[in-house]
Nanobody, 129 residues
């Protein structure tokens, strides 16, 4: 099982980036069996919830700091979850992590990092002012 995130980089404030995360699942399971999330972290701070999505994109949650600017989506045929980030701000600078939790539906606690079983290696997003 592995998650591989990519798409980070340096962008100016008000710009956009799209992160991708490919999930190699256990044999016998499918990507659609997992709810997916994005979190971010800066040095010295706890991991912050960004967004979560259920198995068929029917239920989505966002952290308050990114609502209206970020969009999470998934393509089950490609085992991939995306995070489209628009109107980026310097305070969005962080390492972004994708995460997977076995189970289809978003449930209470989907915004809590400890609920997720699998994590990607992180991709750095830097927003310059």
């Amino acid at each position: 099982v592995s998650l591989q995130a990519c798409g980070g980089g340096l962008v100016q404030a008000a710009g956009s980036l799209r992160l991708s995360c490919v999930f190699s699942v256990y044999p016998g399971r499918t990507f659609s069996s997992y709810r997916m999330g994005w979190f971010r972290q800066t040095p010295g701070k706890e991991r912050e919830f960004v967004a979560a999505i259920d198995w068929n994109s029917g239920s989505i949650m966002y952290g308050n700091s990114v609502k209206g600017r970020f969009t999470i989506s998934r393509d089950n045929a490609k085992n991939t979850v995306y995070l489209q980030m628009n109107s980026l701000k310097p305070e969005d600078t962080a390492v972004y992590y994708c995460a997977a939790d076995y189970g289809r539906d978003i449930r209470p606690g989907a915004n809590e990092a400890h609920r997720y079983d699998y994590w990607g290696q992180g991709t750095l997003v830097t927003v310059s002012s």
